[in-house]
């Protein structure tokens, strides 16, 4: 029971908080927001296999996000399930990002694969193998 009478709690002020930012974006409002979805947001990465560093900072792109777009929000009992969605697609851009970066390569590195490569036989024993075999087939069909 206590429990529940917490959650309860939690959610109203929750509630207030984001009714408040809605009604009048401005800093300290925007900071109540800031200080209860943080955490959450965190959380939600953290959830995803995000290091610790990238939850806070994908966190903050989302709170920058809710800053700048909030008012564009059209059923403002929604909001919680905006936010997180908004945090999805932030957590995808990332992904697709991520994916979409080339390595790099230290040309020292490649100098040192080239003076390697040149001391090695040009045909590895499974293909020599295989040629000679090859080659006995064909001297073979001659006679």
Not at 34 to 46: D, G, K, M, S, Y
């Amino acid at each position: 029971m206590r429990n529940e009478l917490i959650a309860s709690e939690k959610h109203l002020h929750e509630a207030s908080v984001t009714e408040k930012f809605l009604e009048g974006p401005s800093e300290a409002s925007f900071a109540e927001l800031f200080t209860i979805f943080t955490p959450q947001l965190v959380a939600f990465f953290r959830a995803r296999s995000c290091e610790l560093a990238l939850a806070e900072d994908l966190a903050q792109e989302v709170m920058m996000t809710v800053y700048w777009k909030a008012a564009q929000l059209r059923d403002r009992t929604l909001f919680r399930a905006w936010l997180f969605k908004v945090a999805r697609n932030a957590l995808c851009r990332h992904y697709c990002k991520q994916a979409r970066e080339v390595g790099t390569v230290d040309l020292a590195d490649v100098a040192d694969r080239l003076t390697a490569a040149t001391h090695t036989p040009a045909a590895t024993p499974a293909l020599n193998s295989w040629i000679g075999w090859r080659s006995w087939i064909h001297e073979s069909r001659k006679s």
